[in-house]
């Protein structure tokens, strides 16, 4: 876990608390990357939305019970998880937060297509992502929050999943836009 938290750093989450849904992003990944992957072990993602009080970091994550909400990161202190930094600039974070307070308004949620999409998506690896316009998933929704700090990723964002997240960030491919 990254020493000082900062506003923009990725969670990344290693939890079966999705039942099927995780499962197959979990098998998706392997089908991906490899079995041997360190990067398939995640199966959720969040980014940190305000790390400025250190016992009550706040983070935004899409889930499929509750939708695009504010949980506080020590939910995940009795799961596998990692910190992963970004490195936003405060030039960038205003944009990644105005980003995520327009989604969190408009209650973005999972939904019946996003998790059937997104099951087939992983399962089969095609390049075919089907979603319902207003929906997210977590890693799209920390992936597409993120390209406002000019992080650009190998995929496009609403098809990202946390093993994309940690191979481009912690694989060392992550590539950032000038500013």
């Known amino acids: 876990m990254s ?47 305000d790390a400025s009080a250190l016992d009550a970091v706040r983070i935004v994550e899409a889930t499929a019970a509750s939708g695009v909400q504010i949980a506080l990161l020590p939910k995940y202190d009795d799961s596998h998880s990692d910190v992963v930094a970004t490195h936003v600039d405060e030039h960038h974070w205003p944009d990644v937060k105005r980003y995520l307070d327009d989604v969190l308004e408009a209650r973005t949620s999972y939904d019946f297509v996003t998790y059937i999409g997104l099951t087939m998506y992983s399962l089969t690896g095609t390049k075919l992502c089907i979603q319902r316009a207003g ?12 390209t406002r700090a000019g992080i650009v990723w190998p995929r496009p964002p609403f098809a990202c999943t946390p093993a994309d997240i940690s191979a481009t960030l912690q694989g060392g491919r992550a590539s950032w836009t000038p500013a």
């Open 3 to 49: 020493a000082r938290i900062r506003n923009g750093d990725v969670v990344l989450v290693d939890r079966n608390a999705q039942g099927p849904i995780a499962v197959s992003i979990r098998l998706g990944s392997m089908l991906r990357y490899g079995v041997a992957s360190p990067h398939t072990r995640y199966s959720h993602a969040a980014i940190v939305y």
């Open 135 to 146: 929906s997210a998933i977590c890693s799209g929704l920390v992936c597409d929050a993120l």
